[in-house]
């Protein structure tokens, strides 16, 4: 029985409490408490004692990217943003080939490192998306929805949590949605759906807005577009690139307000994340980085070099939320959108022992993985 106990200032139930105790216990959680002295054994933090970061849009890191399908690579990838404070993620594809993302998930289902974040679901971000409004992804990739493909994919890792990225206006997505739903999270993106379209797609089943605001038809106060059915809904989730260039501050803000509870932080990283300003490839297409931004030649953004402690920074200094706002936009939202929310999320008893420990900066002290240490 493996036992390490922390003690500071921590994130619990919603608050930044001091003299907290946390007792891991063989990677879980086993026990939380308020003590006015640490025990001899206690490590004591400096920081705060946050849940770990999950991610539920991520690409690559360090150089690789989950396209490579490559398990050795794709471990790379979940040490890298471990040690950036994601404990957990949907591993993330792009449009591809039949071939190449059959490829893709079965070396996903097959991908784990002690050192690394969990695979808790895979990502799907096209290929059944609009031409028109594809960023960065292949356009002779993308494709009308396909019933028999998706079924054959969930099926290399029935395990994991499904979403998928999708435009619905595109051929067949109605029915893709009703056949899947409940089984597979959809996400309304690389859209040029109108309003009335992206509400309809909320009634057949989807649920989750990607990157909202980019790759989508804008809010305009006459046609609301695919971002006021989002700001609009009831109870749809949506992810947030919190890079500072995605998305104005002053947006990020007005999202969170207009969708309390409901917004995921994503970095939507892409294997040039940790790695020197340059050129990289995303599935065949040249990206260059600089500056803090990923771009193709024609200057369209091409994912980012983000990490989930910057985006919590950013939320932070550049949107000026506070700091118990924006923590479960990072960790609560995402678990549940995962569906891990009994497990992961929050700091609590029989929670998987993911932990980040964050200076006053905000910036990575220290990052446990199921109990272990990683950073
Ligand atoms: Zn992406």
């Known amino acids: 029985m493996k036992i390490r106990r922390l003690f500071g200032r921590a994130f619990v139930a919603g608050a930044i409490q001091d003299d907290t105790l946390i007792t891991l216990r063989d990677g879980a959680v086993a026990e939380v408490t308020q003590s006015a002295t640490a025990p001899a054994d206690a490590f004591r933090t400096r920081g705060v004692i946050a849940p770990g970061f999950i ?22 990838v979940i040490e890298f943003h471990a040690r950036h404070g994601t404990t957990a993620l949907a591993a993330t594809t792009l449009s591809a080939s039949r071939a190449d993302l059959k490829k893709a998930a079965g070396a996903i289902a097959r991908t784990s490192s002690p050192r690394g974040a969990e695979i808790c679901g895979v990502h799907l971000e096209g290929p059944y998306i609009n031409r028109g409004r594809a960023g960065a992804q292949d356009r002779s990739s993308i494709r009308q929805a396909d019933i028999e493909e998706l079924g054959l994919l969930i099926a290399a890792a029935p395990e994991l949590h499904w979403l998928m990225t999708l435009a619905p206006e595109i051929a067949g997505a109605r029915e893709l ?24 797609a909320l009634e057949w089943g989807a649920s989750h807005f990607t990157h909202l605001f980019n790759a989508m038809t804008p809010l305009q106060h006459r046609e609301p577009g695919v971002v006021g059915a989002a700001l ?10 919190a890079d500072g260039i995605h998305v104005h501050p002053a947006v990020l803000r007005i999202a969170v307000r207009a969708m309390p509870h409901r917004i995921a932080l994503v970095t939507d990283a892409i294997r040039a994340c940790g790695m020197p300003d340059g050129t990289y490839k995303l599935y065949g297409y040249d990206v260059t980085v600089a500056d803090g931004s990923a771009r193709l030649a024609d200057g369209t953004l091409a994912g980012s070099v983000l990490t989930m402690c910057s985006a919590v920074e950013n939320m932070v200094d550049l949107a000026g939320l506070p700091i118990e706002l924006v923590l479960p936009l990072a960790t609560e939202v995402p678990a549940r959108i995962l569906g891990v929310h009994a497990r992961k999320g929050r700091i609590a008893r029989k929670f998987d022992g993911d932990l980040v420990v964050l200076d006053e900066k905000l910036h990575i002290e220290h990052v446990f993985v199921r109990g272990e240490k990683v950073s």
């Open 232 to 241: 609009a809904s009831a109870d749809a989730t949506a992810e947030l690139i």
């Open 177 to 200: 949605i009703e056949e899947f739903r409940g089984r597979v999270t959809f996400s309304i993106g690389h859209t040029e759906a109108d309003h009335a379209t992206a509400v309809a």
């Open 55 to 76: 991610d539920i849009h991520v690409h690559g890191g360090d150089g690789a990217d989950f396209m490579d399908a490559d398990p050795q690579a794709n471990a790379r």
